[in-house]
């Protein structure tokens, strides 16, 4: 048992190392970087937000390039679009369009569109981080200085690109040498009069200047709204041409940018993927509404990620080890399932993101790793356990000769069988024999005992004494052996009221002679059982004989019989000297004695357990020294 013991604990810390070890290096290494994408993706998919009333897109869509003509256009539809916003009562308008360089072809169209951006005075301008080649020197490409300094805000336009080309998250401060800008939601809310929670109006403190560098500050990823096409839009052409309802711009926050396919400004993101990507702009529109709702999502720090990762990746052995195989296979799919889900949905209602695919391909894993420990420790003790049945048994623990097995754990489950097998076989040769024995035993001491009345009296006292001990011995035997090989097949319904009646009468004479009074409580009504009536008789008249013999005189003896728990409880009370704690573990054990007692065979109790066992039910004891014992056998009552 030790040993076994010991083989269940190494498996569980070897199954909970390997689990822990591929947990833990998968979620520092991040090779499973794309699982944990994809189920943040799921998340944005599914769980979507509802339509934001107070953003509104100006779309430069294909309608309005077939209205207004080919890209680029003139600025002064720019400085129309705004005039026509401001007077409409848009709360600030964010241009998503780059004027890095001077309308050529109409010059005084750039001072059009710088005054236009002072009378609104609620533009934000868009800076551009660009590099002019190929691996060259990064540039902030800002507005045109006439622009510039009407603008009421400016704002970096530029998304984070995850490994696998997915837009995912922003940088809320980013620049060259230093984080000076801030995102274009940021600065579009700034100029709203919108302070988004928990984030700051100023870059952040000084840091170590790095010429010609991106310097970034404070990742976030983006809590996205739905689908492109979620936030409401107006055509561009629309717009300027004034046809909408009146007030539709009205303390909104208007973003105007491309959306038509083929203007170069197309993302793709959790929500819409490769195959139709999401307009820059709209994009911007998710920045700015995860922004002001406190919707922006925060990656958990490594020790508290590395730590719940462990947790979630050793939890399955907390019932690997007490459930059925099957059992455990669907608890840990149905946990497996379970982490997932809260993973793709913890961005969505937290606002907390954490890396979860080492602990799911921990979970995934753990029922297979837990078999093979199992397997592998199964086989060892198979073979331990093997070669000690060969010592005992020698060749007869082996398979089969000729049976030929190639798969090793199947050739021990057969030698295992064939060692089964003989032990079965041995243990009934014991069991006739010691029947056998016990009946030639017992015929020549009752023989003997009934030839001792021609002796003179002195060879009687000398002689009776051993010779009855020696056929009570032989009849304990036999009885032992008739209840260890009761077939349940000859078993019949009973009363057990009945028995336990017959029982009394039968030590109503050995009570008298104590003297001891039997007392019995016993319903009228049968209590049916199904058994064999000669064990159960004796079964409950050793219990009795055994309460009269500890009882002392004068007293008595409570027998009573009572329904419980669909069962038919026996009970026997004696008010004797009780039972010592270190008697009552081996009671019921073969040969066992208490203390107190004095001669018998020490299977009296032993017979009563086997009954009750045989007959699918219970005996056990209740006691203390000094105090009153009570017996109780349990017999499973007949459901009709």
Not at 40 to 60: H, K, M, N, S
Not at 235 to 243: F, I, K, R, V
Not at 384 to 401: F, I, T
Not at 481 to 503: I, K, N, T, W, Y
């Amino acid at each position: 048992m030790k040993r076994l013991q010991r083989v269940l604990f190494d498996d569980r810390f070897s199954t909970a190392l390997i689990l822990l070890t591929l947990a833990q290096a998968t979620a520092v290494s991040g090779v499973l970087t794309r699982v944990d994408n994809l189920l943040y993706d799921l998340g944005q998919r599914v769980i979507t937000q509802p339509v934001p009333d107070d953003i509104v897109l100006v779309a430069i869509d294909e309608s309005s390039l077939s209205q207004l003509g080919r890209w680029p256009w003139s600025r002064r539809l720019h400085a129309a679009l705004i005039d026509r916003l401001a007077a409409d009562g848009a709360k600030v308008i964010a241009l998503d369009i780059v004027f890095a360089e001077p309308d050529t072809a109409d010059q005084p169209a750039d001072a059009l569109l710088a005054e236009a951006i002072g009378r609104a005075g609620n533009v934000v301008l868009p800076v551009l981080l660009e590099s002019s080649r190929a691996n060259g020197q990064l540039l902030e490409t800002l507005p045109l200085p006439q622009l510039l300094e009407q603008a009421a805000g400016l704002g970096r336009v530029h998304a984070e690109l995850d490994a696998d080309g997915i837009a995912r998250s922003v940088f809320l401060w980013e620049g060259v040498g230093t984080p000076a800008w801030p995102h274009f939601g940021q600065a579009a809310l700034t100029v709203a009069g919108i302070q988004p929670p928990g984030l700051s109006a100023v870059p952040p403190a000084a840091m170590v200047p790095q010429p010609f560098a991106l310097v970034r500050d404070t990742q976030r990823r983006v809590g996205f709204l739905g689908p492109p096409g979620h936030v409401r839009s107006v055509s561009y052409a629309q717009a300027l041409t004034g046809e909408f309802a009146a007030g539709t711009f009205r303390n909104r926050i208007v973003l105007v940018g491309a959306t038509a396919a083929g203007m170069g400004d197309l993302l793709p993101t959790p929500v819409s993927g490769l195959a139709a990507p999401m307009p820059g702009v709209e994009f911007n529109a998710n920045v700015v509404a995860a922004m002001r709702d406190g919707r922006l999502i925060r990656e958990l720090p490594r020790g508290p990620t590395l730590l719940l990762t462990a947790v979630l990746a050793l939890l399955p052995l907390a019932w690997l080890a007490r459930l059925s195989p099957l059992a455990g296979l669907l608890a840990s799919l149905a946990w497996f399932i379970a982490v997932a889900a809260v993973a793709a949905s913890l961005p969505v209602l937290a606002r907390v993101w954490m890396p979860s695919a080492g602990a799911l391909l921990a979970i995934l894993l753990a029922y297979p790793v837990w078999s093979w420990r199992r397997l592998e420790s199964a086989g060892r003790f198979l073979d331990h356990e093997l070669k000690r049945l060969r010592q005992e048994l020698g060749a007869a623990a082996d398979a089969p000769a000729r049976e030929t097995v190639t798969d090793p754990f199947q050739a021990r489950i057969h030698q295992v069988q064939a060692a089964a097998h003989r032990l079965r076989h041995l243990q009934e040769e014991r069991r006739e024999t010691l029947a056998f024995i016990s009946h030639d035993i017992r015929a020549p001491l009752a023989s003997a005992l009934m030839q001792i009345d021609s002796l003179p009296p002195a060879q009687q006292a000398r002689l009776r004494a051993p010779l009855t001990r020696g056929l009570d011995l032989a009849e304990a035997f036999l009885r032992t052996s008739r209840a260890e090989m009761l077939d349940p097949a000859r078993f019949e319904e009973l009363d057990c009221g009945a028995v336990l009646h017959q029982a009394i009468d039968d030590a109503y004479a050995t009570a008298r002679d104590k003297p001891v009074r039997l007392v019995r409580t016993i319903p009228d009504d049968p209590l049916w059982v199904n058994g064999e009536f000669g064990l159960l008789h004796r079964a409950m008249l050793n219990l009795i004989l055994n309460a009269i013999h500890h009882a002392p005189p004068g007293s008595a003896v409570e027998l009573g019989l009572r329904a419980a728990d669909a069962r038919a409880e026996v009970s026997v009370t004696d008010y004797g000297p009780g039972i010592a704690e270190t008697d009552q573990a081996r009671l019921f054990q073969r040969f066992s004695r208490t203390a107190q007692a004095s001669g018998g065979t020490g299977l009296g109790l032993y017979f009563v357990r086997t009954v009750a066992e045989k007959h699918g039910g219970t005996v056990g004891v209740a006691t203390a020294p000094g105090g009153p014992t009570r017996f109780t056998l349990g017999l499973p009552l007949v459901q009709h």
